[in-house]
């Protein structure tokens, strides 16, 4: 019971960081990415760095869209400022699409979390030739299994790379749809 008051109170707190609903239709994604939503997602003002979004289903610590919008060559996906010893990797315009999934796995397992890469292959992704990924990740806060999916590319030397994670218990199979219609409808803009 005591985990469940743990996600109910981060839901909560969640809440509290600025949420707003987007959608259905046309939204526009940090001034460089359109897509078109077939529903509402709930957007919380807690972006990673200023070309980051994060979205929700079903609240934070069960589900999540992150958008890494316009990535440029020598930028990082976050900063890490309390860890010194341990900073993502800065993006590289000539990174191929496994370094930049392991340029994700070092994000994704800043905070001690386990990550596991599942599959990588080519993929169409916003008009053009992109790559799709799927991994896991086992939470070390929470110890929650997680299920993963991402889609990215390179475009005019900036990285654009969206990554949906949920709950593998149920809430990844509920929603992963909803995220590949998403992805289906992605438009770079400019």
Same mark, same amino acid.
């Given at each position: ?43 919380? $003002? ?134 590949? $219609? ?9």
């Amino acid at each position: 019971m005591s985990r469940w008051l743990l996600l109910l109170l981060l839901t909560l707190l969640a809440g509290c960081a600025g949420m707003a609903k987007v959608g259905p239709g046309e939204v526009t994604v940090r001034d460089s990415l359109a897509v078109t939503l077939d529903g509402a997602w709930n957007q919380y $003002a807690i972006g990673l760095t200023r070309k980051s979004e994060v979205w929700t289903l079903d609240g934070l610590p069960l589900d999540r869209l992150v958008f890494f919008v316009g990535i440029a060559d020598g930028e990082a996906l976050a900063e890490l400022g309390q860890r010194k010893d341990r900073q993502i990797p800065k993006f590289r315009a000539g990174m191929q699409a496994h370094e930049v999934v392991e340029m994700y796995e070092v994000f994704a397992t800043h905070d001690g979390s386990s990550f596991q890469r599942l599959k990588l292959a080519p993929a169409p992704f916003a008009g053009g030739d992109g790559f799709r990924f799927e991994f896991s990740r086992v939470r070390k806060g929470d110890e929650l299994d997680m299920r993963g999916i991402g889609y990215g590319a390179i475009r005019a030397g900036k990285l654009y790379l969206l990554i949906f994670e949920a709950a593998s218990s149920h809430y990844y199979a509920r929603n992963v749809g909803r995220f590949e $219609a998403v992805v289906q409808s992605v438009r770079i803009r400019g």
